[in-house]
């Protein structure tokens, strides 16, 4: 995974609520084995519609995502990450996200940014004034900046120490393979095998 | 203080706890299929990891499956099943393939093989594992890095989700479902109202309902936005499990059944959030927009977007209505239905054909009618008890198992602007195929429905 310190972009305005992960990349999508060639997936649907926002050239090579509340909710399918990932974006903002998307992005190396929402639609005005708006997300101040203002973010320490480092989660894992192999030697004897 | 019944289960599974760090839970059971595993298999493969507990791990075929006998016709989801097929021989995973006596939706077969047991924690690249909880586990959805995670370590860094309880007063009215119900608590809280919590499901209407009818409402907490949802086992879930064929046996059977007695919550222990319903107000309730909070009950009126006082809830329904073709004030038992869906891993079980059964028993169906089981057992199961008799002679068509229309990745879709009932649990845009709109509704719903034609209540069929 590649670090996250910081990130700075324009930003394309996504005025919808509940922008599900079947939207994001529609089922057919999914039966693709590699996880490469998602970005002509995303939002398939609504990039049908010339008026859909990625259309608006205004808004080519944008690197932000201004949603509005309950992004990626659904469907678990990481296809959703890869998709907004292979098509530019680095952070989403939104006033709340599904919480498997959100464990999904964090997992690759999208930022998922929580802003109050007022914030995001501070955010999402300015951009659609000035669509050139530059807007700045710090993970390690844990802070939004734009428009001369700045909003600060929760995310946890470890989660940020682990996007700020680009670590895989596996490897932190298997250093602790002692204490699973305890764990396992201490499971009710009743408890089911599939073989 | 006492605990909940989430923060017992949870606190039995944690392998490693430290300071500022999520905690490294165990996963006793692994559920894979086609579609979010592949990519993680692959990433197995270039580290050079084996899958650590394949006896905790089970996989089957179901998302792009198809429901007519016959091959794979699309050449890309013939090559995600085989390359399932490939992975499950190459690190020594049970697969049930497609023609297998045991395949079927993976939340379906968990339960039926007795693999769902309480007190469990379970996971699958699939959001609605949050089926299981039925059984008094914590089962949850992941992606397909956390799968490759939990191949490669059973084990997934967590933070433990906050505590709802969600009481359920009073009993259904006759006639009213497991699926009615939780359909009102998605609209009554909506569909973040459970984001960062582990539900449980408690009272007097869950306590009634079969192991069926709590697979359902566990199944769909996840569009409440909740990480997972449970019940807390009793009587109906030892009998539910009893000589299952990974159930425990003889004196096993005694200590686990013990043990599951104590997964309860405690009278003294305090939830961060409970919501309350009363069951007794409850009707068959249908949706009508583009996400599962967007319902209402069967008897009322398709809402005007004015009625939604917070601006972006007012936006989100303009652009359902606009959507689903529905005009606000026009009576939900007035929306004409193409295609009437029966199945999916909400509503995909036995008991659920039965009810279909039963409304559907010497009547004609106005509509396509795609009745399709969960699993090959639960097909089985219904030819002996000669359902699908009774489908066919309704003029419904009897199919086999997979999850077929729910998700449409396989042949059985919505045409544009062609309109469902559907016993699934998302009515999200295109979910059942490219411009498809969608109606969520119990299996009773669904067979009266098909019916007449348009979205009716069981109590209105003459």
């Given at each position: 995974m590649d670090a996250f310190v910081t990130h700075t972009g324009t930003a394309v305005p996504l005025r919808r609520s509940n922008v599900d992960t079947d939207q994001i990349i529609p089922a057919v999508w999914l039966k693709q084995v590699s996880r490469t060639?998602?970005?002509?997936?995303?939002?398939a649907a609504w990039r049908e519609d010339p008026s859909f926002v990625l259309n608006d050239p205004a808004y080519?090579?944008?690197?932000?995502?201004?949603?509005?509340?309950?992004?990626?909710?659904?469907?678990?399918?990481?296809?959703?990450?890869?998709?907004?990932?292979?098509y530019g974006f680095r952070v989403v903002i939104a006033a709340r996200f599904g919480d498997i998307f959100r464990n999904n992005s964090t997992k690759m190396g999208l930022l998922p940014v929580v802003l109050p929402p007022e914030a995001v639609e501070t955010l999402q005005k300015a951009v659609e004034a000035d669509p050139a708006t530059e807007i700045t997300v710090d993970l390690s101040e844990r802070e939004v900046r734009a428009v001369g203002e700045a909003w600060s973010f929760e995310i946890d320490d470890y989660t940020r120490w682990r996007l700020l480092e680009g670590l895989d989660d596996i490897g932190l894992t298997l250093r602790h393979a002692d204490a699973?192999?305890?764990?396992?030697?201490?499971?009710?004897?009743?408890?089911?095998?599939?073989? | 203080m006492g605990r909940t019944l989430a923060e017992k289960v949870w606190e039995q599974h944690v392998v490693r706890r430290?300071?500022?760090?999520?905690?490294l839970l165990f996963i006793d059971l692994h559920l894979i299929h086609e579609v979010t595993s592949p990519q993680a298999f692959d990433g197995l493969r270039m580290a050079g990891r084996p899958v650590r507990r394949p006896d905790l791990t089970i996989a089957t075929e179901d998302h792009n499956v198809p429901t007519v006998r016959g091959p794979i016709s699309d050449p890309v989801s013939r090559a995600q099943v085989e390359t399932l097929r490939k992975n499950a021989a190459e690190f020594g995973v049970r697969l049930h393939p497609m023609g297998d006596a045991g395949q079927g939706v993976v939340h379906i077969i968990g339960p039926q093989f007795g693999l769902t047991q309480p007190g469990?924690?379970?996971?699958?690249?699939?959001?609605?594992?949050?089926?299981?909880?039925?059984?008094?586990?914590i089962a949850f959805g992941i992606g397909t890095s956390e799968v490759e995670h939990v191949l490669a370590t059973q084990t997934l860094p967590a933070y433990r989700p906050k505590t709802m309880a969600i009481e359920v007063k009073g009993a259904l009215p006759y006639g009213v479902t497991a699926k009615d119900l939780i359909l009102a608590i998605i609209a009554q809280i909506g569909t973040g109202g459970g984001q960062g919590y582990i539900v449980e499901y408690r009272g007097e209407a869950i306590r009634a309902l079969s192991m069926e009818g709590r697979m359902t409402v566990c199944n769909m907490s996840i569009e409440a936005g909740a990480r997972a949802g449970m019940i807390a086992p009793d009587e109906t879930t030892f009998s539910y499990l009893k000589g299952r064929p990974h159930a425990p046996e003889g004196e096993a059977w005694d200590q686990a059944v013990e043990y599951w007695k104590t997964l309860r919550t405690d009278d003294d222990a305090v939830f961060d959030r409970v919501v309350e319903i009363d069951a007794a107000t409850l009707t068959p309730f249908v949706t009508w927009g583009t996400n599962p909070g967007q319902g209402a009950p069967l008897s009322s009126v398709v809402p005007a977007p004015e009625q939604f006082g917070d601006p972006i809830e007012r936006s989100a329904a303009e652009r359902a209505l606009e959507y689903m073709g529905l005009t606000a004030g026009t009576r939900l038992t007035d929306?004409?239905?193409?295609?009437?869906?029966?199945?999916?891993?909400?509503?995909?079980?036995?008991?659920d054909l039965r009810a279909a059964a039963e409304i559907l028993q010497g009547r004609q169906v106005r509509t396509r009618t795609l009745i399709v089981p969960g699993s090959m057992m639960v097909k089985l199961q219904a030819e002996a008890e000669g359902l699908h008799e009774?489908?066919?002679?309704a003029g419904a068509e009897w199919r086999e198992a997979g999850c077929s229309m729910c998700l449409g990745m396989n042949p059985d879709t919505l045409?544009?602007?062609?309109?469902?009932?559907?016993?699934?649990?998302?009515?999200?845009?295109?979910?059942?195929g490219k411009g498809g709109r969608t109606h969520l509704v119990s299996p009773q719903v669904a067979a009266a429905t098909a019916v007449t034609g348009k979205l009716t209540a069981p109590a209105d069929l003459v």
């Open positions: 060639g998602f970005e002509k997936g995303l939002f080519d090579g944008a690197s932000i995502l201004v949603s509005g509340p309950d992004f990626g909710t659904g469907s678990s399918r990481e296809h959703a990450v890869w998709a907004l990932q292979q699973i192999a305890d764990y396992e030697s201490g499971r009710q004897p009743w408890l089911p095998k599939t073989a | 430290a300071e500022g760090e999520p905690d469990m924690t379970i996971v699958c690249g699939d959001s609605h594992t949050s089926t299981h909880g039925a059984f008094g586990g929306v004409e239905v193409d295609t009437v869906f029966v199945g999916s891993c909400t509503n995909g079980r036995l008991e009774v489908f066919k002679a045409a544009p602007g062609e309109r469902s009932a559907s016993t699934s649990n998302r009515n999200f845009e295109g979910r059942q």
